[in-house]
C-alpha cells in the first residue's frame, strides 16, 4: 500500500488572467496542445500511485468533471465508425483515478480550498498538486516528494530557485539548515518584496501535507489579497513540527501565466513524433527575419 493514498486538486479559480477565454470554461481545461492542463496533473498522481483524487471545483467548472466522465454519445460515433485510436484516448480518461469533485462556495483563496477536504482526507497525510504547475521530469516531482516524506515522515513541500525580483509572486521559505537538496524550514513568507524576501526558494504547486494542517487553516485569517493563505498555516505549523522543502528535479512551465501556457505548448508539440518536425520546419520559417517582420506587420 502507498504512503499516501490520497491528493487534493485545488481547481476554482477565477482564471481571470486568461479571460476571456476562462469566461464560460475552467482554465483548467485549457489544452496543452491536445489534453487539458489538469489532465497532466493528474497523470502525474497516477503515475505516483495516488488514484484517490479529490478536486476542489468552482462555478462553471462542470467541464472539469464531464472530461474525465464517459460520454456514450462520443464513445459511440468512435466506435461504429471504427475509430480504436481516437476512441482509446477517450476511454482511458474515464479509467485514470477514482476522482471526487467538492465545490469551493466561496473564493477565499487556497488555503480555504484545501481546508473544504478535511472531511475527505480525515486522519490520513495527503498530497496537493496546484493545477497551474507542470512539471516534467522522471521519477515526478510527487515522486520525489514522496520518497522524502517516507523518510522523513512530515510535512514536505516542492521548492525552486526563482529570480529574487520574482518573489513578490510566491511564497517564499527562509532556510533553517540544508542537507543538499533537503532543507529544513524556519519560516515562510506570502508574495514577499525581493529587499524583505528571506532567500530566493519558492513554494511550488506541490505539497505533501499531514491533517494538522487543517486546524491551523481554520484559524488562519487571510492575509495577501485578502484571501486565506496556505502558507500562513504553513507558517503556524512550522512553529509547532518540522517541515522540510525539497528542491525538486524537473522543468516547471506556469500554465497559469499566459508566457508560461505558450512555453508549454511549443515544447510539447516539439516533444510530440506526430508534431515535432512538420512543427519545427513551420517555427524555422517564421523566425526567419523576413517572415518575422511580416508576421510583425500582420501579413500572411
Not at 92 to 106: G, N, P, V, W
Not at 168 to 185: K, N, T
Not at 193 to 220: C, D, H, K, Q, W
Request: aromatic share 6%.
Amino acid at each position: 500500500m502507498p504512503l499516501i493514498q490520497k491528493a487534493v486538486i485545488p481547481a476554482a479559480g477565477w482564471g481571470t488572467r486568461f479571460l476571456p477565454a476562462t469566461k464560460a470554461q475552467p482554465k483548467e481545461m485549457l489544452p496543452i496542445v491536445d489534453k487539458p492542463a489538469i489532465q497532466f496533473i493528474i497523470e502525474e498522481a497516477v503515475n505516483a500511485k495516488v488514484e484517490d483524487i479529490l478536486i476542489i471545483t468552482g462555478k462553471n467548472k462542470r467541464a472539469i468533471e464531464d472530461h474525465f466522465d464517459h460520454s456514450p454519445e462520443l464513445e459511440n460515433i468512435l466506435r461504429q465508425k471504427g475509430s480504436r485510436e481516437l476512441l482509446e484516448i477517450v476511454e482511458s480518461t474515464t479509467r485514470l483515478a477514482d476522482i471526487h469533485y467538492i465545490r469551493q462556495k466561496e473564493q477565499l483563496g487556497l488555503g480555504h480550498a484545501i481546508y473544504c477536504a478535511r472531511k475527505f482526507i480525515g486522519q490520513e497525510p495527503f498530497a496537493v498538486l496546484l493545477g497551474d504547475d507542470i512539471i516534467v521530469n522522471k521519477p515526478s516531482c510527487l515522486e520525489q516528494l514522496l520518497n522524502v516524506y517516507s523518510q522523513v515522515k512530515t510535512t514536505v513541500i516542492a521548492v525552486q530557485e526563482v529570480p529574487p525580483e520574482d518573489t513578490h509572486r510566491y511564497g517564499i521559505i527562509e532556510p533553517l539548515s540544508v542537507d543538499g537538496a533537503l532543507i529544513e524550514v524556519k519560516d515562510l513568507v506570502e508574495k514577499p518584496r525581493p529587499e524583505a524576501a528571506p532567500s530566493n526558494l519558492a513554494v511550488i504547486g506541490r505539497y505533501i501535507l499531514l491533517p494538522e494542517i487543517f486546524p491551523l487553516l481554520a484559524e488562519t485569517q487571510p492575509g495577501a489579497g485578502g484571501e486565506i493563505q496556505l502558507t500562513d498555516a504553513l507558517r503556524l505549523l512550522a512553529r509547532k513540527s518540522k517541515i522540510y522543502a525539497y528542491r525538486f528535479d524537473g522543468k516547471r512551465y506556469d500554465t497559469g501565466d499566459k508566457l508560461g501556457f505558450l512555453k508549454a505548448t511549443v515544447e510539447f508539440a516539439l516533444a510530440r513524433p506526430d508534431l515535432a518536425e512538420p512543427f519545427r520546419a513551420y517555427l524555422n520559417n517564421l523566425l526567419t527575419p523576413a517572415a518575422a517582420s511580416k508576421a510583425g506587420n500582420g501579413e500572411q
